[in-house]
């Protein structure tokens, strides 16, 4: 396209920010100083792309959007393309309901991502990335890393975080998503945060390592 967006996505004519996203607007203007309120563009194509979500069920950035975030904040739209084309958060064309985001970078693949692209396939119809099912619901999307490594693989589902996944744990998911709820995020296999599997043990044996350090009296002397 002219506009540098890269997306070949049918275009809306016009966007204007909602009495909600106008709500939210002042708060995020007033971190920057005076003069540099074009490091307000980030904040700002994230309100635009959730009030898509939130108006159309489709969270997404149309060029219009962008056109609307470059005039509030005085930034030639040239500027904007740049920055919404250069981070993968945010979506240049129409997504489903539940945007899966899979990553595939090494800890995940030795984990076994694989399995998990191939169940979201089997379940969704998807062929390849970037593709919508036919129903509308799903769209995957592999993503680089998502910085939580220690509990691989992880499949990102709008903003929620999914983790220790396999195939089963990946179609319980996505069955549990076609019923229109949504489980809460964290470990399939229970992991306390990025504690060992099977649990912390870290403290166990605190008492006898402090022992045998020789900072406290054994019992009896």
């Not at 306390?192 to 019992?219: F, R, Y």
Request: aromatic share 6%; glycine share 10%; with cysteine.
């Amino acid at each position: 396209m002219a506009d540098g967006t890269g997306t070949g996505a049918a275009q809306p004519a016009q966007f204007a920010f909602d009495a909600e996203s106008e709500a939210a607007i002042p708060a995020i203007l007033a971190k920057y100083p005076p003069g540099r309120q074009a490091s307000a563009v980030l904040p700002l194509l994230d309100l635009a792309q959730r009030q898509m979500g939130r108006v159309t069920g489709s969270a997404w950035i149309p060029v219009a959007a962008m056109d609307v975030v470059a005039a509030r904040l005085g930034m030639a739209p040239i500027r904007v393309y740049e920055v919404a084309t250069f981070y993968l958060m945010f979506n240049k064309q129409p997504v489903g309901k539940f945007h899966l985001q899979l990553c595939t970078t090494t800890p995940c693949w030795l984990r076994g991502s694989d399995e998990v692209v191939a169940a979201c396939r089997r379940l969704t119809g998807i062929k390849g990335w970037g593709e919508t099912s036919e129903d509308g619901l799903f769209t995957m999307t592999e993503v680089e890393c998502l910085g939580a490594c220690v509990n691989a693989p992880i499949l990102q589902v709008n903003d929620d975080f999914y983790e220790d996944m396999d195939a089963a744990a990946t179609e319980r998911l996505l069955e549990t998503l076609r019923r229109d709820e949504m489980p809460p995020p964290g470990s399939a296999i229970g992991r306390q945060g990025s504690a060992p599997v099977g649990g912390p043990t870290t403290l166990i044996e605190k008492a006898g390592l402090i022992e045998k350090a020789g900072l406290i009296e054994k019992e009896g002397e």
